[in-house]
């Protein structure tokens, strides 16, 4: 097993649930002093606590990462606990999924998307890139989207985040050349990381699925009353159909897993058997 995770000091925002919690408890797991921020203050206690429990090093911050300044005060805070920001995790993020016509309802969250899934990410490595510099190496993995690759419909605001995701990864990379890895992370769609919650409007999915979009409407109704064909459901088929939340964490917890002279700049994640494009 590698022991490159052992003793790094990791800040992951949005560790409160879903996707940042798997990877603040798979971190921890490994060896890491794992620095969670989340606006859900409850959400973020319950996850470290049971960090905490297990005999593992952790510090929970209620901070949010459209608040430029209270992402400073997190770092700070983790540099006084730890000495170091070793990785930062920018995972925070929202996906308001709507078509152009759906204005009215959709604004104040492409909005809000648009404060944290790009603002955010700014905030973040602002908050860490001195302290990086200083250390002489650091990590910063960017959690973007395969909606990044491309023009979408009914994904307008939520692609433009996630590409503009993908371009500071790029920008940062360069300009940190031998001080800091930079990580650009494209999940594919995934089930049980909440981002359901803020779509708009459900119809919005069907552009990222195309010429596919019968085959996946058809598996969609077939995970909902847990008809799944074996094939579909099963890792170790070629046919696999959906990732799962725990999946994804793997990935970004392996490109994290590696020596400092490696690495793992662009990574997407898909099933091999999935119905997205792109």
Request: overall charge negative; charged content about 20%.
């Amino acid at each position: 097993m590698s022991t490159h995770l052992q003793g790094k000091v990791i800040m992951i925002t949005g560790a409160g649930s879903g996707f940042g919690r798997l990877i603040a408890e798979k971190c921890a797991s490994g060896g890491a002093r794992v620095v969670g921020t989340d606006v859900n203050a409850d959400g973020l206690a319950e996850v470290f606590t049971g960090i905490r429990s297990r005999g593992q090093e952790a510090l929970d911050i209620v901070a949010d990462v459209t608040n430029a300044a209270a992402m400073r005060d997190a770092a700070r805070q983790a540099i006084e606990a730890y000495g170091a920001i070793d990785v930062l995790v920018n995972n925070a993020g929202v996906m308001p999924l709507a078509y152009f016509a759906d204005h009215e309802q959709a604004l104040d969250r492409w909005h809000a998307c648009i404060d944290i899934n790009f603002k955010g990410v700014v905030n973040g490595i602002a908050a860490v890139y001195d302290q990086m510099i200083e250390q002489g190496r650091g990590q910063v993995v960017n959690i973007s989207s395969i909606y990044g690759n491309a023009g979408i419909a009914g994904s307008g605001v939520y692609s433009a985040t996630k590409a503009a995701v993908t371009v500071l990864s790029d920008s940062l990379r360069i300009e940190s050349k031998g001080k800091i890895k930079v990580t650009t992370i494209k999940p594919t769609g995934i089930t049980g990381t909440n981002l359901a919650s803020w779509v708009v409007n459900d119809q919005a999915i069907f552009g990222l699925v195309g010429q596919r979009g019968a085959q996946y409407a058809e598996h969609v109704g077939q995970l909902m009353d847990g008809s799944l064909p074996a094939e579909l459901t099963d890792v170790d088929s070629i046919g696999y159909w959906l990732i799962k939340p725990e999946e994804l964490a793997d990935a970004v917890v392996h490109v994290i897993d590696q020596p400092w002279g490696i690495s793992l700049s662009d990574v997407t994640v898909r099933a091999s058997g999935e119905d997205y494009l792109y």
